[in-house]
């Protein structure tokens, strides 16, 4: 009898493993789309809400047995022979999501999932800000040196890869789950928060693929093997680190936030700002895993610090208008 494992297995298990790489930065938005069908936003479920066949609730005509009905029911209730149910009038929808007065949408647009709407503020965010003239060269590293300085860092602290990585293994998919850890908020609470959250990472997402692309920087495990990272190296190249500046990005966005609806929750601010300090570690998490060298996390930084401000730039934008109401639902638990 045939032992080990086939060929069909082991094509399962490279598309398990291409599954988890999807789970990195730059795709985790896509693979959550899923998720967040169904999880307070969208229309529809996750799993999708199956219709079966359903018995009528009298027998036809007394004597004739139950009648199944699937979706729209076939039958009239009670069920008589030849009779059929009526046809239901349409509703008088004419939006998908909430709009005013002024035909704007509302905010935040609960009908749209989280990660489709991300791509929504995306494409007001290409077609308004000069995204592509930021200019990241002078951090990375000089000479072959400063490369192997860096590299001798991440052999440094692989020691602690053992104690953070479940803790970096959360944050492969969805590192913004830690701001609203940290910040106690969730799509219940702070709806128009997780929608801005939701945008600004899609467009670093965007911001940082473009400035990979630019740079082709090998990823450190390519120059030094011991690296060995613990999960699959993602498949786009290192600088910036795409983590690092979407990271960076929640924390500048969610201390604007704050800050206009008059509270900084928590109350630190400036370089032990709790927020400044949660973005530093999880980009630092993605150097312990040997995935990015610390001139990757810093280039993150600085794009996140020069994309910021062209998110809010313009006035009437979408992205400002969730900016107001994400103020305005900080706000309330204020009064």
Known sequence: MPTGISTADAADAADA?????????????DAADAASSGGGQGLGRAGGTPFGISPSLAM???????????????????PGAGEHAPAWPRNGVTSFAPRDAQHALVMPPRTWSLEHFGIVLLTE???TADWAAIDLSALLPATAADVEAELSELLAIKEFRAAMLQEGLAQRSRADAYFSTVLAYSFSSHPATCYLVAGIMRIMQFQAMYQKALYQRPRP????????????????????SGHASEAYAVYLALEKVLAAAGQIVPSATGPNS????????????????GLHYPSDSAAGRRLAEKTIPLVFA??????????NAAVAEWQQFAV
């Open 125 to 127: 965010f290409v077609k």
């Open 314 to 323: 313009v006035p009437n934008s979408k992205m400002n208008a969730l900016f």
């Open 274 to 289: 709790p927020l400044l300090r949660l973005a530093q570690r999880i980009a630092r998490n993605r150097e312990v895993m």
């Open 60 to 78: 036809l005509d007394n004597d004739g047995g139950f009648i199944g009905n699937g979706w729209p029911p076939a039958a009239s209730e009670p």
């Open 17 to 29: 493993a291409d599954a988890a790489d999807a789970a990195d930065a730059a795709d985790a938005a």
């Open 221 to 240: 495990s390519q120059l030094a093997p011991e690296l060995a990272p613990p999960i699959r190296v993602p498949g786009h190249a290192a600088f910036p």
